[in-house]
């Protein structure tokens, strides 16, 4: 049993209160004085929404443009086309390893190189306690999918030609796979292009106006932010107030390896102070709605009855945290993961 302020439900209520976990289940959270095994914080683990492991292989490269660092030819594909597999299996590895270690413990990740990338993926998180969805990108002009994949991860459609584009959004509909594109980050031009295609999941939309995002609200899809990842590459800040109050499921992740780190504590950090000053969503978008957007939240994303235990236990008592006034808030403006005194 876990004892403390209880960061509880979909909703992240905080109470004080207690959790029960049998068999790796959550049994049962309850109001109350009752003193467990683990007295802290208690919060739902991370959901890390868009990632692309492969580019830990190439950390910190010099500041240039967007296009010249992922676009089509650049450094990030001419690294990676010269990589050994051993290598690229080493690094992904790490980079989830380094994911469980501050606090995430499912992530989405785009995985470039084809078939035989998704097969390195794979690879590099056996035995690793932490849950995936991979999006696969096909390769040049052939439309094949990773059979393990949970859906396709495209690049912006103006990367590609039109008749390409659709060709691979039917067969991975028709084989049942989701569809996750870039948008809205080098321009807004190509946001009505990504939501003709009628995708699950739109990256980035940091140049969408309202009225793409009402667009966007219509589809239905979830929008994953990228506030690290769009400082360095000057895309501007995604307006996230305007997407929550067109009810946009709202999820963040850190992007391109080789220009973050994976920590969530660095998102939710520049989140609540420069971008929505709302704690509550912002710890809803790195948890709840991820899990949402990966169609994970039936197991995962919450503190509730039924639910996977996947959660983070913070030292309230720890230098940064002690003091604190208000524990969610504390979480996501300052925790750092070794606030974290036991990961389940
Ligand atoms: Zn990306």
């Not at 010269?82 to 299996?89: E, N, S, V």
């Not at 948890?287 to 949402?292: D, E, F, L, V």
């Not at 720890?318 to 750092?336: F, K, Q, Y």
Request: net charge negative; aromatic share 4%; hydrophobic share 40%.
């Amino acid at each position: 049993m876990l004892s403390g302020t209880v960061i509880s439900g979909e909703d992240m209520v905080a109470l004080d209160g207690y959790v029960v976990i049998k068999n790796g289940i959550i049994k049962e959270v309850g109001e109350g004085r009752e003193r467990g095994h683990f007295e802290g914080i208690i919060c739902p683990a991370f959901v890390n929404a868009h990632t692309h492991v492969a580019d830990s292989i190439a950390k910190d490269p010099p500041f240039m443009d967007l296009a010249d660092l992922v676009g089509p030819g650049g450094l990030k594909h001419r690294i990676l086309e010269r990589a050994g597999d051993d290598l690229l299996i080493e690094s992904m590895r790490f980079s989830a390893e380094e994911m469980l270690d501050s606090g995430t413990c499912a992530f989405g990740d785009f995985r470039e190189g084809g078939p035989h990338g998704v097969e390195l993926l794979l690879r590099a998180l056996e035995g690793l306690p932490i849950q995936s969805r991979v999006f696969g990108r096909p390769l040049g002009t052939t439309a094949d999918i990773h059979p393990a994949c949970w859906g396709i991860g495209l690049s912006s459609t103006r990367d590609y030609d039109r008749d390409f584009v659709d060709e691979v959004v039917s067969i991975a509909k028709r084989s049942g796979k989701r569809v996750a594109i870039h948008a809205g980050e080098a321009g807004r031009d190509d946001i009505e292009g990504a939501l003709a295609i009628g995708p699950d999941i739109l990256i980035h939309l940091s140049r969408a106006e309202r009225s793409d995002l009402r667009d966007v609200a219509d589809s239905g899809a979830s929008v994953v932010v990228c506030p690290r990842s769009n400082l360095f590459t000057r895309a501007g800040l995604p307006d996230i107030a305007a997407m929550l109050s067109l009810e946009l499921n709202v999820c963040v992740g850190t992007d391109n390896l080789m220009i973050n780190s994976t920590s969530i504590f660095r998102e939710m950090e520049l989140l609540s102070k420069a971008i929505v000053r709302d704690d509550r969503q912002v710890f809803m978008m790195c948890t709840i709605n991820g899990a949402r957007a990966l169609g994970m939240a039936e197991r995962l994303g919450s503190i509730d009855p039924g639910k996977e235990a996947r959660i983070n236990v913070f030292d309230r008592n720890s230098r940064n945290l002690r003091g604190s006034l208000n524990p969610l808030a504390s979480i996501v403006r300052r925790a750092e993961p070794s606030d974290i005194m036991l990961r389940i």
